[in-house]
């Protein structure tokens, strides 16, 4: 289940990546469109609108990869002076807390998108439903949930660690 979960985040990190790269694009292209709309070249319509939507879908393919690693940035002032044990207990707590947030945030989010389904919203340029953009995002934010559960089952011991294989392409000799 280790080796599942943390491909899982992987991959979903990666596609986030992907994600990334499109948004960059969406906008350098836009910008050049308005640049050089003297020669009738114009903006992407409704960039901004797919930049929301990408951005969002990017946040939630990231997090959870960044919290099994736990590559979130913290603040180590006092785990310098705390026991081993205290900095391991502030970590699960602080791993408890990120997984009621997350849940919420997962749950309000589906309602959401139910409510927005519900009355038809529609973005403003594109004209697209508003809920797809949370229909994007939603199934991230539920296996997010469920890599935030992991990192929890490994602060307390009830599953082994599974470190990832080192990647074959490393910089130096191969």
Not at 92 to 119: I, S
Not at 158 to 164: D, K, M, Q, S, Y
Request: hydrophobic share 55%; net charge neutral.
């Amino acid at each position: 289940m280790s080796n599942f979960i943390n491909a899982l985040s992987r991959v979903m990190a990666w596609f986030g990546c992907l994600v990334l790269v499109l948004i960059a694009l969406t906008s350098v292209i836009s910008i050049i469109g308005r640049a050089l709309s003297g020669f009738g070249l114009g903006p992407i319509p409704g960039d901004f609108e797919l930049v929301e939507i990408g951005t969002a879908l990017a946040i939630f393919c990231f997090l959870p990869w960044a919290h099994l690693r736990r590559a979130h940035a913290s603040v180590d002032l006092l785990s310098n002076v705390l026991s081993s044990r205290t900095t391991k207990a502030v970590e699960f707590l602080a791993d408890l807390l990120m997984l009621a947030c997350w849940a919420v945030l997962t749950w309000r989010m589906g309602v959401g998108m139910m409510d927005y389904q519900a009355n038809g919203e529609v973005s403003f340029v594109l004209q697209i439903p508003v809920w797809w953009g949370y229909a994007a995002s939603f199934p991230f934010a539920v296996m997010g949930c469920l890599v935030y559960l992991w990192r929890i089952a490994l602060d307390v011991g009830c599953v082994a660690t599974v470190e990832p294989s080192p990647r074959i392409l490393q910089s130096g000799v191969h």
